[in-house]
């Protein structure tokens, strides 16, 4: 079966940086556009970044735009998105899904506070 497992997530101050990984399974990951959706508490999904199969192409959400950087590693399974310069509303559960495709894995929590 499809499993999504994503990792890297923490507590760090305003300015700092975190690297999220996604390690996919169950499916064949070259072949899948993916992307990144995070969620804040009492809030809903918020897409943040996608990449294309062969990871020529990537798009950000605004609110992103120029301090997340989306990548993948096809050879890995493996999707990830380094975060630099984070805010506090950077703060949410962070998680992987393949584009078009409505599924989610646990999710990996990203907390952003001095």
């Known amino acids: 079966q499809v499993q999504l497992v994503e990792s890297g997530g923490g507590l760090v101050e305003p300015g700092g940086s975190l690297r999220l990984s996604c390690v996919a399974s169950g499916f064949t990951f070259s072949t899948y556009a993916m992307k990144w959706v995070r969620q804040a508490p009492g809030k809903g999904p918020e897409w943040v970044s996608s990449?294309?199969?062969?990871?020529?192409?990537?798009s950000y959400a605004d609110s992103v735009k120029g301090r997340f950087t989306i990548s993948r590693d096809n050879a890995k399974n493996t999707l990830n998105l380094q975060m630099n310069s984070l805010k506090a509303e950077d703060t949410a559960l962070y998680y992987c899904a393949r584009q078009g495709i409505d599924e989610r894995g646990q999710g990996t929590q990203v907390t952003v506070s001095s």
């Open positions: 990449i294309s199969i062969g990871g020529g192409r990537t």
